[in-house]
């Protein structure tokens, strides 16, 4: 199966969680062909504990911004320096179960001609050690689904009217690289919030754009 993917992990100033984001893409059941690492500009130990990552997988990569950008900048940079046939961005607090990959790489052999596909996300909060429940353990909580979603399994085209009627786009979709290459589309650094509905909006409202899948 030729389908390739690069993961993108931006963060900043996140080095308690950014070693785990970085671990959850290498445990996918599916492996990525590269995971590049994006520190915006941090001023704590992310960088270091990102190099760390880097030294025991060549599938690693790890840019170092000299000034703090934004989100925005941050994963624009991950998107043009990446290799693979789909980008899939993941923020350093994230975590992926480890079939996540697999799924939506099911879905692109699936969809050929798919420029986007994503799935739900759901919170969760990590137990303060010091108050029960135990230290470590997670508590699961919303799952942030679009009207078009609502329901759990397979996976189906969506319709980019009932998509985007939401208020707020709760996804972290993988991206046809070539197709981000080709119509310039990127995350608006001028934006301070939203940039994400920015951004799929532009995807799939693209004249190039043929469907966006979810699985």
């Known amino acids: 199966m030729s389908t390739t993917f690069a993961v993108i992990v931006t963060s900043y100033n996140y080095r308690n969680f950014v070693a785990e984001a970085i671990d959850g893409a290498l ?114 909580n919303h799952r942030h689904v679009t009207r078009d979603s609502w329901w759990v399994g397979g996976m189906h085209p969506m319709k980019r009217d009932s998509w985007f009627r939401d208020r707020e786009c709760h996804m972290r979709p993988i991206v046809d690289r070539e197709f981000l290459l080709r119509t310039g589309i990127r995350y608006p650094e001028h934006m301070s919030s939203a940039e994400d509905l920015a951004f799929y909006t532009q995807i799939a409202f693209s004249p190039e754009a043929s469907m966006t899948v979810r699985v």
């Open 27 to 140: 445990a996918q059941t599916r492996a990525p062909k590269q995971i590049v690492v994006v520190d915006d500009g941090s001023t704590d130990s992310t960088r270091e504990i990102a190099e760390a990552a880097r030294s025991g997988d060549s599938r690693v990569r790890v840019i170092v911004c000299e000034r703090n950008a934004g989100r925005s900048a941050a994963r624009n940079r991950g998107i043009d320096e990446s290799t693979g046939r789909w980008v899939a961005v993941m923020d350093a607090d994230d975590l992926w179960f480890r079939g996540r990959l697999a799924a939506l790489i099911r879905a692109a052999d699936a969809y050929p001609t798919a420029m986007a596909i994503t799935d739900d996300i759901m919170g969760f909060t990590i137990a303060d050690s010091t108050r029960p429940p135990a230290a470590e353990s997670i508590t699961l």
